[in-house]
């Protein structure tokens, strides 16, 4: 089936947003969404254990998942198809191996969301009330089921903006009221450093796993999607889109480093252990008081709320892209916005109502996301591999297939993603037996 390089003629105008030539917006989207409570903790992580020692590394990190990024979306500009329907040339496998993963990382993500939402929430108002958390999740849970369902993208894209504001600020805000120096910012930023007691070996291991973390994420995969939706479907498009896409690389750079500086500036002089969440309020309030216990709920909040929109939405568009491009390519929706599909509200409800039953558990959602990106880690280079050998398919994508630097920045990322892989499959499968203990 060959698909024209033009841009289709959508059928429903008035759903898929055409572009003003200031206006940005599916990176917008994807970078809330992205920055996750996962992206908070491994960052404050980052700066209560080395303090400055690893600024630079956020840079490398965004300009990795940028690399992946413009990939996937120079596919669907270029080629005016779905990132699913370029998946499947691989082999229908691929995008049945793409619904299944789906299916399990937004199911297990939903829980962790919903039980965060209403942490959060108890967290900003000071409360501990389990009727306070359960209320609160509850009431989040609905009104952002309501954003997605009746204001699909073009709506979940304007809620982003407000959103992003705030998080944005309560970052900034944290990292400026943790008092931090500003010499030792400036020296972490520009200059390549092994953090104390780490050495060459434990500084690369770090960096591997940022870089396979964050820029071979499954959730990668929405960008494309949030492209496809926005309407940009032809050459004349790319431009755009890549304006897209650096100016919400620098806001997400500026989010997570604002959350390392201010973890470095705050956490690390007490050297007390982080590993989810909750740990960062005990600390945040003994440094900043009130303001600092408002400052992580207002934060934790927008972070959690954004990413459940976002991917959410992004998920279900791709489900719908697999159900109306590649099982069903007959599918009045192919050429249509897939937000208006009956496949994406069916994802929808399906990710947004399953997860419902975490509020009358306790369990912690840490270990949930910790398990579906060990359960997923192996996905990601495949994904990679595939989208490499698109991506440089001249017939399709001609002046604008991959270049040599294209080329091997996405083969260093890949490599990256396979390492962490590899590590986490010894961690998995017992590394006490590979180190004799």
Known sequence: MEVSSSAPTLADPQN?????????????????AALGPQD?????????????????????????????????ARYVVVTGESLMTGYARAGRWAPWLILVSIGLKRHLLGLSHLLLLGSSLEL??????????????????????????????PVVEKASRPLMAVLGGALALAALLSRPDPAAVVRGVILPMAPAGQGAYGTAFLLLALLGSGAGALSNLKYAAFVHE????????LRLQRTDLLLSGIGFYL????????????????????????????????????AGRIL????LWAAVFTTYTGATTGYSLLVADIWHNVLRPASAYRK?????????????????????????????????????????????PVLGVILIWLTNDRRRMGPHANGWIANFAMGLVLLAIAGLSVYNLRVWFGARAFSGS
């Open 16 to 32: 898929v947003q055409r572009k003003p030539s200031w206006a940005f917006g599916p990176g917008l989207v994807f970078a809330v």
């Open 40 to 72: 908070l903790v491994t960052n404050a992580a980052a700066g209560a254990s080395y303090g400055y020692g690893l600024l630079w590394t956020v840079a490398l990190v965004v300009a990795a998942r940028y690399v992946m990024l413009e990939a996937t």
């Open 124 to 153: 900003l108002l000071g409360a501990r009330s389990g009727w306070v958390r359960t209320a609160g999740a509850l009431a989040c849970w609905a009104a952002g089921f309501a954003l997605m369902y009746w204001g699909r993208y």
């Open 230 to 237: 926005k309407g940009w479907r032809g050459v004349s498009d």
């Open 255 to 290: 989010m997570l480093l604002s959350v390392q500086v201010a973890a470095a500036a705050a956490l690390y002089p007490s050297a007390a252990p982080l590993r989810e969440v909750a740990d960062l309020l005990p600390i945040f309030s003994t440094t900043l008081g009130d």
């Open 296 to 299: 992580l709920g207002v934060g």
């Open 336 to 380: 249509e916005a897939l937000g208006n599909s009956p496949a994406y509200r069916v994802a929808l409800v399906i990710f947004s109502t399953s997860p419902l039953y975490a509020l009358l558990t306790d369990w912690e959602p840490l270990w949930l996301v910790l398990t579906q990106s060990a359960v997923l880690a192996a996905l990601v």
